[in-house]
Every structure is written in structure tokens, then in C-alpha cells.
């Protein structure tokens, strides 16, 4: 039998001992893409899914490793920094077949829209292998409520920040939030103004305010009138008690709301992603008490989600005026 000489890849049992032969292991190989369940989509035009600071994308990672995995890890752009995901790739696996969700971090770079363009590494070597195999995933940051976590959920109207007041106030009760703009009265309402609305103005309206005593109604008024509320328009009339106007009549539409934990600095940050995550499918009501410095939810009968900040809070008794700055979605 021909002997080859013993440090080179294949040896001979009889010139070196009992070593098994070493077997070529082969390349790894790897893509990723965006996970096809998510939901996600673009237009034809679009280059690359859009996503918004704080979302979580969630991309499709297959591999093939022979001999198995000895590193597996994720970066982004040219840093060395690693991601923490979830779930791990475990050393010595021959293959790798599961959707890791990679954070959006990035702010949007309205100046230099070359740089909101983010590449992805996913990076895996096995044994033999001298260097890393990796599969890029790129996508692009977008404006705050832009994104709809890469067109999974409804974009958001801008930011509004409008005056509301109760009964006895001279500023309007009655707001539509899809018309709200800061600096202006569109979408705002008197009692006067909502009666004489055309029926599709009158169905628009999906906020309300006003000051119920300690009863809950309105009856009694005065220094008696202690809990400010948002109310949905068809709440205004029908409850046990209730004596609130209701110029809209049988074109009220409902409107439920719930308290949260966000703070002003959180629904700054809002993304569409975030606003659309919002449930009421158990603990909403038709009313909530409010107080200066606090966020609600509220969901419309065309099902528009959205939230109120309640920036301030001002007078007494049925005469009070709130300062709100509104983020909802756009209806399509």
C-alpha cells in the first residue's frame, strides 16, 4: 500500500497509527430575507422595505453547514458589534432554519437619505472555513409613523396639537381626529357647529370632552362637574344618567378609550408599528377620566387606533379647556 506522508490531509493507517482520515467539509452556505409570514410589502417602485426607528424586523435565515457551526453571529454596516437575538444558533448545527427579529435603532436622516439605507451581516463559519460566510439583508429607516413596520400597519397622520374645551368653555367640544392639524380649527366643533354639520362631518367626530359630576352625568352642574373626560360621541346621550348634547344625533359614531402608562416622551417616539399594536378587545369603556400629563388610546367605529395627550388641563368645575396633541392613524 502506498504510504503519504504522515501531516498531510489524508494518512495512511499503516504509516500513522489509527487516525481517522479528515474529510472535506465544504462551504456554509446562507441567506436571509424578509420572513414571508410577516406580513410585510412594498411597492414595485420601492427598493427596500421600510421600517421606522423602534420597530423589530423580522428576517428569514436559512443555512447550510457542514461539519457544523462553530460561529454564528449578526452585525450591522461595517461595526464589529454584535446583536443579542433570540433564539441562539447552537455550535456543531448543520443547518440553521429559524426568523430572528433584528431592532431598528437608527434615527431617520432626512439630510443624507443615502445613510438610512442599513445593511444587516449574518455571519456563520464552520471548522474549516478561514473566513466568514455572509448573507446581507439591507432595509431603510424612515420617518417616525412612516414605516408601518415595513407596510404591516397604517401609516400615521402628523402629529396634532389642538385646543379642546368642555360645556361651559368657548372653545369646541367635538373633534374629528382625522382632520386635526396644529394650528388650525379644521376638524374642530362647537355644539353649534357639530349640529350644523353636513352627515359626514357629524360621523367624522370621534373625540368629545366634558365634565361629568361625581355621578357621572352632567346633571347639576357647577362646582359639582369634578371628573374631565373624553367621551365617544354616542355616549353622550342613552347612558343611566348621562345628560350630555349630542348634536350629532343618530350619526354619533362610538369611540372606546383606556388608560395607559406612556408618557409624552413615548408618544414621540410612536411608531405606526406601535400605534397599531393597541387592543381593546378587553377593559375599553365609551368614557375616561383625564388628567394633565397623561396618554389614553382610543379606537373609532372605522377603526382607526390611536392615542391622546392630555398636554394640560386648566379651570374648574364644567368650565375647562385641555391642551392635546393627538396621534392616530391615516385612514386609507
Known sequence: MPTIPCGRRY????????????????????????????????????????????????????????????????????????????????????SINQVIEIPVTEDFNATTPANNVITVNFNVKNSQATALTVAKFQYEVTAQGQGG??????????SANVNMGSQLSTLPSYAASQALSTGST???????????????????????????????????????????????PTARTGAAGNLFNNPMGADARNTTFKTTTLTEANLTAMTASGVNNIDHSTGATQFVNI??????????????????????????????????????????
Do not use: H, W
Request: hydrophobic fraction near 35%.
Open 291 to 332: 388628567a394633565a400629563g397623561s396618554v389614553y388610546s382610543f379606537v373609532n367605529q372605522q377603526g382607526a387606533k390611536g392615542y391622546v395627550l392630555i398636554k394640560t388641563l386648566t379651570g374648574a368645575g364644567d368650565n375647562r379647556d385641555a391642551n392635546i396633541t393627538v396621534v392616530v392613524q391615516q385612514l386609507q
Open 149 to 158: 413596520g415595513g407596510g404591516a400597519a397604517l401609516l400615521l397622520r402628523a
Open 186 to 232: 379644521l376638524g374642530l366643533y362647537s355644539t353649534t357647529q357639530a349640529g350644523a354639520a353636513t352627515m359626514a362631518q357629524k360621523q367624522s367626530i370621534d373625540l368629545t370632552f366634558g365634565v361629568a359630576n361625581a355621578n357621572d352625568d352632567n346633571a347639576g352642574l357647577g362646582a359639582a362637574a369634578t371628573r374631565p373626560r373624553l367621551i365617544s
Open 11 to 94: 494518512r495512511s493507517l499503516t504509516s500513522c497509527g489509527t487516525s481517522d482520515p479528515v474529510t472535506p467539509q465544504g462551504t456554509p452556505t446562507i441567506t436571509a430575507v424578509i420572513d414571508p409570514t410577516a406580513g410585510y410589502s412594498k411597492p414595485s417602485t420601492q427598493t427596500y422595505f421600510k421600517f421606522e426607528k423602534g420597530d423589530r424586523i423580522k428576517v428569514r435565515v436559512n443555512a447550510t453547514v457542514p461539519g457544523g457551526v462553530q460561529i454564528f453571529n449578526i452585525t450591522k454596516g461595517s461595526s464589529s458589534t454584535q446583536l443579542t437575538y433570540s433564539p441562539l444558533v447552537a455550535a456543531g448545527a448543520a
